[in-house]
């Protein structure tokens, strides 16, 4: 099982630029998870979906979108991305909403 | 606002010593989960305490629950170099619209 798989593990952008970050769980999870980590300020929660077919947004979902393309799979765009989008990005699944998550390695992207 | 704060926000120890990280968190909860990160990773799931459980042990972990101070403490005995890494809480559920909210993070370091 290769667990939480994130695509791509870096990524450049320019301001404007528009990009989609790519997770996949092989663990039949229902729940999926996108954060961002910044120095200092722990993960927050950009987008949830608590099951296939849902989406919801947590605590910074400005200028992101979601889609749950189906139970394996659960993208993340920025339609045009800003320098305060600089960050790493996480991915993570559960088998369901409060149940110990499984993290991705990461996606570091830089937005100049 | 993030759910949980913890205490200290950096640590150093000697091997073989025991290290200790507070967690307060601010509203009603089902449980509290503890991640650790190595530098560069994506977390791992430590440990699980629902909000009925005052104590759980797993290996070299004991985690503490105190619902009424809102507050849990993450204890690793006989501390490793290996050990060193970032230590985060989460809080799930029960008041957080089943969110998950994490801390800031402790960074431990194990001095061999």
């Known amino acids: 099982n290769a667990g939480v798989t994130q695509t791509p593990k870096f990524q450049v952008l320019k301001t404007g630029q528009s990009m989609t970050l790519q997770c996949a769980q092989d663990?039949?999870?229902?729940?999926m998870y996108w954060y961002r980590q910044d120095p200092g300020m722990g993960l927050r929660l950009i987008y949830y979906?608590?099951?296939?077919?849902?989406?919801d947004k947590g605590e910074v979902p400005n200028g992101y979108n979601v889609s749950r393309l189906n139970k394996r799979e659960f993208s993340l765009r920025l339609e045009s991305a800003a320098p305060s989008q600089t960050s790493v990005y996480f991915c993570?699944?559960?088998?369901?909403?409060?149940?110990?998550?499984?993290f991705g390695p990461g996606t570091r992207l830089t937005v100049t | 606002s993030q759910q949980g704060e913890e205490d200290p926000q950096a640590l150093s120890i000697q091997e073989g010593e025991n290290a200790t990280m507070n967690c307060s968190y601010k509203t009603s909860i089902n449980n509290l989960q503890w991640y650790r990160q190595n530098s560069g990773r994506g977390l791992v799931h430590l440990i699980l305490i629902r909000s009925n459980e005052r104590e759980k042990h797993s290996g070299r972990l004991r985690v503490t629950l105190d619902t009424s101070k809102k507050s849990s403490s993450l204890l690793i005995t006989a501390s490793r170099a290996a050990d060193t890494a970032s230590y985060f809480c989460?809080?799930?559920?029960?008041?957080?619209?089943?969110?998950?909210?994490f801390g800031t993070g402790t960074s431990l370091t194990v001095i061999p």
């Open positions: 663990m039949n999870h229902n729940s």
């Open positions: 979906s608590a099951s296939e077919g849902t989406t």
């Open positions: 993570a699944s559960s088998v369901g909403m409060v149940y110990e998550q499984y």
């Open positions: 989460a809080t799930a559920g029960r008041g957080t619209g089943n969110q998950f909210y």
